[in-house]
């Protein structure tokens, strides 16, 4: 076994504090990383909070990981000792289910195994995350980093990134496009960039109008305050996409009318309590909500590399492990622009 040092939620209510682990020896198909930077996801701490459901303690979060790949198992062939590596949501799946087979291993119909949270699939252990030195993986669920990319600001993309690149790729996100992205946090700015580089014309809709600045430096076409209730009827029937990355309890209804017809709004952000759609909002206007989760391995590896052709990487901010908690209370703030990044050096 792999001795590992990392940060872990011990209950759900105490500080993240050191936790000392074992990793699985390297197998024939498995990849060790030494993990140089992991980003902080608000779903880490919904997860350590325990309001995702119940977890086991101790549980080290992080699913935004990159590292340099040290060792290799006999029958790895897509990595080498010294690549640049990365790990994403999840370390493995079923392989096998209608969703696997087509690459869309976010979908599993057996479930995918979480980076952390989840079970190994010999039930051996729990899953732990990227706030820590190490972790092993199986080459088919590791990412390879393109070379020259600023690592600190990459390892968000392996969220935040893939989760507003996946839906922008399914609806052919482009140029034409009228597309207004609700929330200007971790995912929406990443939304911003992307959407951007792929030639729509993108509003940032936002009950934040200081932010009207940081979104137009981002790629942002357009701002609007969704507060000022005669800038929300100035844009009924305005946008043909709408990328709803807000997680708290909002109006869904309110964007629905800025559709035009046909328009979809994709959701990305999970609200804790169940949402009201009016049907006619659907009806009268044949307009779509839809939802997007991730992205499968395929894809994540094609993001990466958009993302390195187009130089587009993640707004960071990077802090020692041991100031993880106080991350944590800014981020419930919005208090980040626009994502925490871990530098693993600081674990030593």
Known sequence: MIQTKGFAAYDATSDLKPYDFERRDVGANDVKIEILYCGICHSDLHHVKGEWGEILYPSVPGHEIVGRVVQVGAEVKKFKEGDMAGVGCFVDSCRHCHSCR?????????????????????????????????????????????????????????????????????????????????????????????????????????????????????????????????TVKSMVNTFDFIINTVSAPHDYNMYMNMLKRDG??????????????????????????????????????????????????????????????????????GDVKYRFVIDMASLK
């Not at 994709?266 to 309590?273: C, T």
């Not at 993001?303 to 419930?332: F, G, K, Q």
């Open 264 to 333: 979809t709004m994709i959701l990305l952000g999970a609200p804790p309590a169940p949402a009201e759609i009016m049907a006619g909002n659907l009806l009268f206007k044949r307009r779509r909500l839809v939802g997007s989760l991730i992205g499968g391995i395929a894809e994540t590896q094609e993001m990466l590399d958009y993302c390195a052709t187009h130089n587009i990487l993640s707004d960071v901010e990077v802090i020692p492990i041991d100031y993880v908690n106080e991350a944590y209370e800014r981020m419930v703030k």
């Open 102 to 230: 087509e690459g869309l291993e976010q979908y599993c119909e057996n479930g995918f195994v979480a980076t952390y949270g989840g079970q190994a699939k010999d039930g051996s252990a729990p899953t732990q995350g990227g706030y820590s030195n190490n972790i092993v993986v199986d080459e088919q669920y590791v990412l390879r980093v393109p070379m020259n990319m600023d690592l600190s600001r990459v390892a968000p993309l392996l969220c935040a990134g893939i989760t507003t690149y996946s839906p922008i790729r399914e609806w052919k996100i482009g140029e034409g496009h009228k597309v207004g992205i609700v929330g200007l946090g971790g995912l929406g700015h990443m939304a911003v960039k992307i959407a951007a580089s792929k030639g729509a014309d993108v509003t940032v809709l936002s009950t934040s109008p200081e932010k009207a600045k940081d979104a137009h430096e981002l790629g942002a076409h357009n701002f609007a305050n969704t507060r000022d209730k005669d």
